[in-house]
């Protein structure tokens, strides 16, 4: 089963462009979505609280939030990523 994300026909770039990560569309080449930049919070988009050397952040390969690894405890299959489960928020 999917996470629910409405993402079809779609590939994961892992490139770097400029200050985000983007899985672009097989079809079309555009990006579907977009990961936060890791700068654009100190604090977990979930529990607020704040990262640190012990509080890591993480990508919600779902929603592209920035988590921490309490919050984003769960793998699951999300379109885009083929037949692979990857880190999801909760």
Known sequence: MYHDISLTSATHNNTQNGDDVQLLSMDT???IMKWLPNEHSNDCGICQKA????????????????VCGTCSPDKLYVAGYQDTKVRVCT
């Open 29 to 31: 080449n555009e990006p």
């Open 51 to 66: 990262f640190s050397i012990f509080r890591r952040k993480h990508h919600c390969r779902s929603c592209g939030g920035l």
